[in-house]
Nanobody
């Protein structure tokens, strides 16, 4: 069984920082693209940032210059460093992994359970 487990959410004041982690567990061989998405009640889930297997990244315009995505392939973990947080960043943040190869077979579009990030004004 392959799973993604997020950690690091919480409550922070506007202007503060938080760091999220997403660890993939199970007998995994490779992971393709990893990404962070976020969702607020009543709205669609939106992309925050992607990091591709070659290390290239892309970001939503709303977080460019404030958030940084990274990954450690050896640890099968992705990270999201969030700086200069704003109240509008409040959401449940979800980790996503695409094209995961494992002992159990391939996984596509794998999601974590989500972690709450709340930014107070």
């Amino acid at each position: 069984q392959v799973q993604l487990v997020e950690s690091g959410g919480g409550l922070v004041q506007a202007g503060g920082s938080l760091s999220l982690s997403c660890a993939a567990s199970g007998r995994i061989y490779t992971i393709g693209t990893m990404g962070w998405y976020r969702q607020v009640p009543g709205k669609q889930r939106e992309l925050v940032a992607h990091i591709f297997s070659d290390g290239n990244t892309d970001y939503a315009d709303s977080v460019k210059g404030r958030f940084a995505i990274s990954r450690d392939n050896a640890k099968k973990t992705a990270y999201l460093q969030m700086n200069s947080l704003r109240p509008e960043d409040t959401a449940v943040y979800y980790c996503n992994a695409d094209r995961v190869t494992s002992q159990y077979g391939p996984y596509y579009d794998l999601w974590g359970q989500g972690t709450q990030v709340t930014v107070s004004s």
